[in-house]
């Protein structure tokens, strides 16, 4: 509801690409709630991951291009790394169209890839936790 009013109020009108956000959030939103529910498990089993998990946090934000550009890279090593990075496709898929632009299809590809895994990881994990972990609390 925010982005249409606020690309209306900058003076950009919604372009055709800008479609491509109905289907990248849903994405964006089963990837990451997989992950949460992933991570949940395995925190409550093992103590000490959530502080490991702020930690590589920091490290994704800084090696995800959120803050710089990847256009800024000249290196062709470093773009290659950087396509390595699952989060770099998830952030282009929602990035892209609204810049006007159409993700690749190796964006959309990797996405729905690491969500499918993700979420198959994730449901295999709490299926086969799910009676212990009352007592992980």
């Known amino acids: ?13 919604p372009t055709w690409e800008l479609s491509f956000l109905l ?29 490991m998990v702020g930690s590589i ?4 934000f800084y090696l995800t291009p959120v803050m710089w550009l990847a256009d800024s890279i000249k290196s062709s090593l ?13 952030v282009q898929i929602f990035r892209l169209p609204l810049l006007g632009k159409v993700p690749t299809t190796e964006n959309w590809i990797i996405s729905l890839v690491m969500c499918a895994g993700v979420t198959g990881i994730a449901l295999f994990v709490v299926s086969r936790t799910r009676r212990r972990l009352v007592f992980w609390i």
């Open 1 to 13: 509801l925010i982005i249409p009013i606020v690309l209306l109020a900058t003076g950009n009108f």
């Open 78 to 90: 470093a773009h290659f790394l950087l396509g390595l990075n699952p989060i770099y496709h998830l």
């Open 57 to 60: 946090l920091n490290v994704v």
């Open 23 to 51: 289907l990248s959030v849903p994405i964006i939103v089963f990837t990451l709630n997989s992950l949460g529910m992933l991570i949940s498990v395995i925190s409550l089993r093992f103590r000490d991951v959530p502080p």
